[in-house]
């Protein structure tokens, strides 16, 4: 399996309070991707980055920011959570020298009140 | 602009009978298409890749798909189902870099005894 974990893997928070999701590898993957997955819409991507201090907006980036300051981190942010946000996280990882192919992580369930 | 359809959100077929979940995509170049597959509560795991080399890929688990850019298709298929089959699939098509992708809703299969 690819080295890819995810922190934290279960969240319950407050509406209105920031959120911090960590995805980490160890596999030197130049891509890397957060997903939100909810019921009937499949994965729909939020932020993904293309190198160190690289990123850029997916299709539903509203309301989230990313980082990455080195290689083997991604963090996505949640600056004030809404109910909206409640959603299971997936971060991803690829090299686009195999045209594609994509490694998960375990996913964060995350819960806003 | 690229996107994906699976055609049926529900598939239920009997233990030992043939399986097929249908994707369409809509690309104005040769994409990578992939299919991944999401037991309960877990994270998704890559069943098969199709990345302009056959246009007949096989999987893991026994499963395969056809690329068919005549019909824009990228079915899913397996010739005898297990209990343990019973799982969401999604379809994914990639963008023209190979560093972005495109879900589609995903298919739930059912595998009665």
């Known amino acids: 399996d690819a080295g890819i974990t995810q922190s934290p893997r279960h969240k319950v928070t407050e509406t209105g309070t920031p959120v911090t999701l960590r995805c980490h590898q160890t596999?030197?993957?130049?891509?890397m991707y957060w997903y939100r997955q909810d019921p009937g819409h499949g994965l729909r991507l939020i932020h993904y980055?293309?190198?160190?201090?690289?990123?850029d907006k997916g299709e539903v980036s509203d309301g989230y920011s990313v980082s990455r300051s080195k290689t083997e981190d991604f963090l996505l942010t949640l600056e004030s959570a809404t109910s909206s946000q409640t959603s299971v996280y997936f971060c991803?990882?690829?090299?686009?020298?195999?045209?594609?192919?994509?490694?998960f992580g375990p996913g964060t369930r995350l819960t806003v009140l | 602009a690229q996107s994906v359809t699976q055609l049926d959100s529900h598939v239920s077929v009997s233990e030992g009978t043939p399986v097929l979940l249908r994707c369409n995509y809509s690309?104005?170049?040769?994409?990578?298409l992939f299919w991944y597959v999401q037991h309960p509560n877990k994270g998704l795991q890559l069943l098969l890749k199709?990345?302009?080399?056959?246009?007949l890929v096989k999987g893991i688990n026994g499963f395969e798909a056809e690329f068919k850019k005549s019909e824009t298709s990228f079915h899913l298929t397996k010739p005898s189902a297990h209990m343990s089959d019973a799982a969401e699939y999604f379809c994914?098509?990639?963008?023209?870099?190979?560093?972005?992708?495109?879900f589609g809703s995903g298919t739930k299969l059912n595998v009665k005894p």
């Open positions: 991803a990882i690829s090299e686009s020298t195999d045209r594609g192919e994509q490694f």
């Open positions: 596999e030197n993957h130049r891509y």
């Open positions: 980055s293309y190198g160190v201090k690289d990123t």
């Open positions: 690309s104005s170049y040769s994409p990578s």
């Open positions: 199709y990345t302009s080399a056959a246009t």
């Open positions: 994914v098509v990639s963008d023209r870099n190979f560093n972005k992708f495109y």
